[in-house]
């Protein structure tokens, strides 16, 4: 995902905009990070082993359902080789016909791709001036990107009310579905867990966004 205008074409994955983010956000930006990375492609051996050795998951407000999914995916990246990760992601998300889980917003909301929920990501992506970079393979609908829009959105200091319209509109209304589909496709052993860290911190956001709604 990047930022349209002079800069079109670079590749913002991983730069930080600006003064230094406030530690909860930080927290935010970081686990929509990781989320987009390892929904977007498989983990390579560095990546499974911070998470293997990470400590407890140091997000502002986490507890209860998120801790869990994080120590039970940090035990899962112990648990298998890299090569077993690999495959089962390719398994899952990568077919020459029909992958076993499509994780795209236009699946769920419309039954087939590229219809008019991408139109209207697509357009809203536009008004806050962001698009796909060149040569990315996913859509934007795709839930790894949808997880980097987010990510972009917190580091980038758009407003509260822009990140909770943006996920309501492209993420709340399909996510707990295409999820389920991941956590019970056949094989999912470390993409079950990621899709437990993904539900427990998406239902923390959402939580988060109607006390915020409710305080304004």
Known sequence: MQQNGNDQGSDTTFVAVGMPLPQEDQARANIY?????????????????????ADALAAAG????????????????????????????????????????????SIYLAGFLHEKPLVLLR???????????????????????LCETMRQLIVRKRSIDEQ???FDTHIASWHVACLDHVRRAEGAQFYARVADLAEAYFSLEQQAFQVAEDDA
């Open 33 to 53: 990070g990781l989320l987009a990375r390892l929904l977007l492609a498989p983990p390579d051996a560095g990546l499974l082993d911070s998470i293997a050795g």
């Open 62 to 105: 986490s507890g209860g359902p998120l801790d869990l999914a994080w120590d039970q995916l940090s035990l899962t990246a112990r648990l298998l080789p890299t090569d077993n990760v690999i495959d089962e992601f390719n398994d899952l998300f990568v077919s020459t016909a029909a992958p076993r889980v499509s994780p795209h917003g």
């Open 123 to 145: 357009a809203d992506l536009a008004k806050l001036g962001l698009g796909r970079r060149a040569g990315v393979r996913e859509t934007e609908d795709h839930l790894g990107a």
């Open 164 to 166: 909770q319209a943006f």
